[in-house]
């Protein structure tokens, strides 16, 4: 998605890349809920696929949770990741071209590996904001042991037996967050990234059915992410009777 925003020339870019970056200023807490509303056990398109005979139990879970995180944090790793491809020297590319190199073994060969600083700088990112976040799981995970929710379970719990293990529950959280970046940081040392540039990044001139194609996937990619938004806002006008609604009107009917 990054290459393409950033080497195929399509209308509509900069909107694009700003409805892209709408779920970074999102509370992560508050995605669970918009989809809850949509794919939950009485979610309105799980009851419309279930009365159209299409078995769908709900999002709760661990491919719940997976879909949150992919959707709400994938603009850390595409943000630094599509200033990394716009920072590579045309030159080299050329270069390497000029060479015999076919333009996919370029982008494998020289193009991809510039821009690897960026694209672990947004792992790291994601893989903190997945590792510390409680929000997401704790609506989400059910019964499955998460080490944010299990840590704030035994610190607020006057019942555990060992209060204290929410201590090391924190502290491997920290381990595990040092030893991702100590790997993060010993796989950079031992490369050396550089590019000069002198010259812009041009965009590449490719066959209409795959800048199509290209084009297609990033609003595919965006419009879903953005369909948890669109439905806070929709059903915000709607009018809901939950159980509480029901009883009164039992009440009034007696």
């Known amino acids: 998605m990054a290459f393409t925003i950033a080497r195929l020339d399509f209308p509509g870019k900069l909107l694009l890349i700003g409805l892209a970056a709408l779920p970074s200023f999102c509370h992560r807490s508050s995605a669970p809920m918009r989809l809850l509303l949509l794919l939950g056990r009485s979610g309105i398109v799980?009851?419309?696929?279930?009365?159209?005979?299409?078995?769908?139990?709900?999002?709760?879970?661990?491919?719940?949770?997976?879909?949150?995180?992919?959707?709400?944090?994938?603009?850390?790793v595409l943000l630094?990741?599509?200033?990394?491809?716009?920072?590579?020297?045309?030159?080299?590319?050329?270069?390497?071209?000029?060479?015999?190199?076919?333009?996919?073994?370029?982008?494998?060969?020289?193009?991809?590996?510039?821009?690897?600083?960026?694209?672990l700088s947004g792992?790291?990112?994601?893989?903190?904001?997945?590792?510390?976040?409680?929000?997401?799981?704790?609506v989400l995970a059910e019964d499955k042991p998460i080490l944010a929710v299990e840590a704030y379970k035994l610190f607020i719990g006057e019942t555990a037996t060992n209060p204290s293990a929410?201590?090391?529950?924190?502290t491997?959280?920290?381990?595990?967050?040092?030893?991702?970046?100590?790997?993060?940081?010993r796989y950079l040392a031992n490369r050396h990234f550089a590019t000069r540039a002198s010259l812009s990044t041009p965009t590449i001139k490719?066959?209409?059915?795959?800048?199509?194609?290209?084009?297609?996937?990033?609003?595919?990619?965006?419009?879903?992410?953005?369909?948890?938004?669109?439905?806070i806002v929709v059903l915000s006008f709607m009018e809901f009777r939950g159980t509480g609604a029901a009883f009164c009107l039992q009440l009034q009917e007696l």
């Open 46 to 76: 799980t009851q419309a696929l279930n009365a159209w005979g299409v078995p769908f139990g709900s999002i709760y879970g661990t491919p719940g949770i997976v879909t949150v995180y992919a959707l709400t944090l994938y603009p850390y």
């Open 80 to 119: 630094p990741t599509l200033a990394g491809f716009k920072a590579i020297d045309a030159s080299v590319e050329e270069a390497a071209q000029n060479l015999g190199s076919s333009r996919l073994r370029t982008i494998w060969t020289v193009t991809l590996p510039i821009v690897i600083p960026s694209i």
């Open 123 to 138: 792992a790291l990112l994601v893989f903190i904001e997945t590792i510390e976040n409680f929000g997401v799981p704790v």
């Open 166 to 170: 929410a201590s090391v529950l924190g």
């Open 172 to 185: 491997l959280l920290i381990f595990l967050t040092a030893t991702v970046l100590i790997i993060q940081r």
């Open 206 to 231: 490719v066959q209409r059915s795959w800048r199509i194609i290209g084009v297609v996937y990033c609003w595919a990619v965006v419009l879903l992410a953005l369909i948890p938004f669109f439905a």
